[in-house]
């Protein structure tokens, strides 16, 4: 492999970690408080609002129902307004983020509602505001199960982000498919292949890492 | 926390009910008419079996239910009725524990306890002290900085209690908070319980199936069946004299004194021709109770008695005793009239040929 088919590698790469690291953090600064909303807001919860609930729920339904590759072109002119163009790389985090956020949102709800309910009335008795509840009870609570859900919004949308050369995005998936399938190259293919295992199982082994950190609900051994 | 004076409050049920919608329409009236006065500074237990409405009733005094009609009172404050922000100020004065603790995991023993004190606001620099007061209270000292998660049941309600005990509350309620727990553990906790009840004058009101809490702790007791009160008192009164079948089933679990099978089989109600013996329960009370009475009436009226079962036991520091026996029917009119002129109760249970 000559020293610049790993320049380009090594560049694709960095394309790939951008896009998807962009697209996480603005996910999740959406999709938590989505999530978080989705959990409390049924009919006699916390936040009560069972319209606005199940307004937001089709939505997030509508949003994940869409295949990637068809969000990305539908989406084009929203795209265009929200990065200046409509083609490249940085272009192609917007349709990554609007497919994050709802699929963020709906494992972070998966999580809240694993909380045990009982932590909810404890707090209340104490006379805990819903905010209060939320910020001191429910996401510490769920942030093992926020910490999983994260991980695997991450191992998506780098499969995701592959897709994204049909808007001009590059990568590692858009590498691919240019060089290893359309140029044949499959030196490059297999290249892109190892590379992508070895990302997802270090997005998964830092995960599942950080979920268990942050859980204190299993016994362990302390130094006793 | 002796400079920290808490005094208890008071509760008052007055003709509360609650009916919850059942799906298909229609209601289910989980509680019914109850009315029950909480007197400040007593710890007072509600008895009953699950689905009785008990853990409903509890969960008025703090609004986690709201009645639907009648009124819960707290401190002079309508429970009931009160706002959301009212009720959080409600709330800061009445502590809560539960049968399955409802610790944070994700919270260290200290940080739980602290929980309260940050919802209501206080200055970081007196948390401190107080949670440690607080810990050290409930005897968790070295435990301060474990999760939950690490700890033994009896551990993990004693940091319930010590964050219930956090905002200093004038009523600290209890939902089955034993009943999770074996019973050696159980008396610890009790034990606790009564002793912050006697340091801090708060009044306690629990809920329990199991009335052996209710005779170790409590000094009053009331008995909810089907979403009504049945019976209500102090608690020796109603444990020496109980009147509703519902607290009679509760106590002969705790009381131990049932007839044996072999002459509860061959008992009838009615007195057989020829020789029989009559069967009578004695309910010793009061300073009376630790006499050797039978010994004396054996003697003063030459009358043979047959101590079928017994126990004596404590409710408080008052004993009380339980005691079957059986003498010749022909003479059993004079053994009561003798038992009865001492001040005891007695029961005719049956007879056996």
């Given at each position: 492999m000559s020293a610049n088919l790993i320049n380009m590698l090594m560049e694709a790469t960095w394309q790939t970690v951008y896009m998807v690291a962009v697209a996480t953090v603005i996910g999740a600064v959406f999709g938590i408080p989505i999530g978080v909303f989705l959990a409390c807001?049924?009919?006699?919860?916390?936040?009560?609002a069972p319209l606005v609930n199940k307004v937001l729920g089709v939505i997030v339904n509508a949003t994940r129902s869409v295949p990637f590759i068809i969000l990305v072109v539908s989406i084009i002119p929203v795209t265009r307004f929200i990065?200046?163009?409509?083609?490249g790389t940085t272009a192609a985090i917007v349709p990554l983020t609007i497919a994050a956020i709802p699929f963020i949102g709906r494992l972070v709800e998966n999580a809240i509602r694993e909380v045990d309910s009982g932590l909810i009335e404890a707090a209340r008795a104490m006379g805990a505001t819903p905010m209060q509840i939320i910020r001191k009870v429910l996401i510490p609570e769920a942030l093992p199960g926020i910490t999983l859900g994260l991980t695997l919004a991450v191992v998506s949308l780098i499969g995701y982000s592959a897709m994204v050369g049909a808007v001009g995005g590059e990568g590692l998936g858009d590498l691919g498919i240019r060089y290893g399938y359309q140029r044949f190259m499959p030196s490059v293919m297999l290249a892109v292949v190892v590379i992508l295992i070895v990302m997802v199982q270090l997005v998964q082994t830092a995960g599942e890492f950080l979920a268990r950190r942050v859980d204190k609900r299993a016994p362990r051994n302390r130094g006793r | 926390m002796a400079e920290n004076q808490i005094t208890g409050a008071g509760i008052t049920f007055e003709n509360v009910g609650k009916a919850f919608p059942q799906k298909g329409g229609g209601t289910v009236n989980a509680l019914e008419n109850v009315s029950l006065t909480v007197e400040p500074g007593t710890i007072t237990g509600i008895i009953g079996r699950s689905g009785a409405g008990k853990s409903t009733l509890l969960r008025m005094v703090n609004g986690l239910e709201q009645p639907t009609s009648g009124t819960v009172t707290v401190a002079g404050h309508d429970v009931g009725r009160a706002g959301a922000a009212e009720l959080r100020r409600i709330r800061r004065d009445v502590g809560m524990i539960f049968q399955h603790f409802n610790l944070l995991s994700s919270r260290t023993v200290y940080e739980n306890v602290a929980l309260p004190l940050e919802i209501a606001g206080t200055p970081a620099r007196e948390i401190k002290g107080r949670v440690d007061d607080l810990v050290a209270r409930v005897g968790l000292e070295q435990l301060?900085?474990?999760?939950?998660?690490?700890?033994?049941g009896g551990q993990k309600q004693r940091v319930g209690i010590a964050r219930a005990l956090a905002t200093q509350p004038k009523v600290l309620l209890s939902d089955?908070?034993?009943?999770?727990?074996d019973p050696e553990t159980t008396q610890t906790v009790l034990d606790l319980l009564a002793d912050i009840n006697r340091d801090l004058g708060l009044t306690i009101l629990l809920i329990t199936h199991e009335m052996a809490v209710v005779r170790d702790i409590a000094s009053h007791v009331a008995v909810i069946d089907g979403g009504r009160i049945v019976e209500q008192g102090a608690t020796y009164d109603i444990f020496t004299a109980p009147q509703h079948a519902t607290t009679r089933s509760f106590l002969s679990g705790v009381t131990g004194?049932?007839?044996p099978r072999f002459i509860a089989d061959q008992m009838s109600a009615t007195r057989p021709t020829g020789p029989a013996r009559e069967v009578i329960r004695i309910t010793f009370v009061g300073e009376?109770?630790?006499?050797p009475l039978l010994a004396r009436m054996s003697e003063e009226l030459g009358l043979q008695v047959n101590i079928l079962a017994g126990a004596i036991e404590e409710i408080g520091t008052r004993p009380f005793g339980n005691l079957l026996i059986s003498v010749d029917a022909t003479r059993a009119d004079e053994a009561r009239a003798y038992l009865q002129n001492h001040d005891q109760r007695t029961e005719v249970l049956g007879y056996v040929g």
């Open positions: 807001s049924q009919r006699g919860e916390l936040l009560s990065a200046g163009t409509s083609i | 301060a900085k474990r999760y939950p998660a690490e700890l033994s089955e908070a034993t009943s999770a727990l004194v049932t007839l009376n109770a630790t006499d």
